[in-house]
């Protein structure tokens, strides 16, 4: 039998205009410092930051509220080296063969190659997976707007990473089976991301590049 959905008050804070702004003004000019970075040092992170922007990232708003998500921290120094010796591979095959010269042509500002130190270097990598769909059992539970629901909490979760003083990298070794694979997931899930996490390197340099202008982004319809 169906049973009715449950509904409680919300919690809702009302803010004076003043804090609004002051909040928000905030974090903007947090936010416009983030850069993803490639060169990390080895300081050790505290792990209570990383799981506390685990659960900001968890927070996030999904297809049917079915979370189809998991984030797998990666600290230990052996898997680290298996991830980085896996996705190096696949990076050196595609720089070299896969990635037609129109991709390599989008990518020379940025100046990636297939070598991955960082992989090694960052105390954490945080492997963000899929779920294509839930299993309850052996029984498949199908899944919603899963792309959309884990891009939200990816966002949230390098937003959290940042506010809380940390680098990231949103990295995308191409094909990532292998990390499903090393890391011993189940098959309802696929890697879609792999965030290493740390302090930037003391002579961290980053590409020359720029934001968008808001009105390149933003249109106000009349
Ligand atoms: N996965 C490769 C290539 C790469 C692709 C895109 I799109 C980027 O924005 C950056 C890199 C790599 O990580 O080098």
Redesign the pocket.
């Known amino acids: 039998m169906d049973s009715e959905p449950a509904f409680l008050s919300l919690d809702f804070q009302r803010l004076s205009p003043e804090e609004q702004t002051r909040r928000l003004e905030e974090f903007h000019a947090r936010m416009q410092r983030r850069r993803s970075v490639r060169d990390f040092s080895d300081e050790p992170v505290p792990f209570h930051l990383i799981e506390t922007a685990i659960r900001c990232a968890a927070s996030a708003p999904s297809g049917a509220n079915q979370q189809p998500w998991t984030f797998v921290v990666v600290g230990d120094v052996e898997t680290k080296r298996q991830i980085r010796v896996a996705a190096e591979a696949e ?1 050196r095959e ?2 070299a063969h896969r ?1 037609p010269g129109e ?1 390599l042509d ?2 020379r500002p ?1 100046g ?3 070598r ?1 130190p960082f992989l090694e270097t960052a105390p954490y990598l945080i492997v963000v997976f899929r779920q294509d769909y839930g299993l309850a059992g052996a029984q498949k539970v199908k899944h919603y707007y899963v792309q959309e629901s884990v891009g939200i909490a990816a966002g949230l979760l390098i937003a959290a990473l940042h506010i809380a003083g940390l680098a990231t990298l949103t ?4 094909p990532m089976g292998f990390l499903a694979a090393i890391l011993g997931r189940p098959k309802n899930e696929r890697a879609c991301l792999l965030i290493p996490v740390g302090y930037p390197a003391r002579d961290a340099k980053v590409p020359a590049i720029e934001k968008k202008q808001l009105s390149e982004v933003l249109v106000i319809k009349p």
């Not at 990295?171 to 191409?174: N, R």
Request: aromatic share 18%.
């Open positions: 990076e595609s720089y990635m991709w989008a990518l940025l990636t190659d297939w991955k990295h995308t070794p191409s």
